[in-house]
């Protein structure tokens, strides 16, 4: 199947940036759609990006779009993450699966996760 590990994570101020990083093993050439979701203290897991395979096609949450870039190469996912404010703090989860289509945004529809990367904006 597909193994997921993400990283990057860390620590840092309001206004810094972060690189985010998922590396992918198995399987990896049935992922046609990879994303990233989030999930804050006494929050819901939330959808932040998407990428697909054949097109390259990006998808963004209005919360992170024009401050985040999501990029994906032969094995890896990535999440470039820039003027980072308090309110990303969450834990950053890596997805991906077979489907093509239009549910990219739905947890529901990604068949593998990874186990999450905590990231932390301090004020």
């Known amino acids: 199947q597909v193994q997921l590990v993400e990283s990057g994570g860390g620590l840092v101020q309001a206004g810094d940036s972060l690189r985010l990083s998922c590396a992918a093993s198995g399987r990896t050439f049935s992922t046609n759609t990879m994303g990233w979701f989030r999930q804050a203290p006494g929050k819901e897991r939330e959808f932040v990006a998407a990428?697909?395979?054949?097109?390259?096609d990006t998808y963004y949450a209005d919360s992170v779009k024009d401050r985040f870039t999501i990029s994906r190469d032969n094995a890896n996912l990535y999440l470039q993450s820039n003027s980072l404010k308090p309110e990303d703090t969450a834990v950053y989860y890596c997805?991906?699966?077979?489907?093509?289509?239009?549910?990219?945004?739905?947890?529901?529809?990604?068949?593998?996760w990874g186990q999450g990367t905590q990231v932390t904006i301090s004020s």
């Open positions: 997805a991906a699966t077979w489907k093509y289509g239009s549910g990219w945004a739905s947890q529901g529809w990604y068949d593998f």
């Open positions: 990428i697909t395979r054949n097109t390259g």
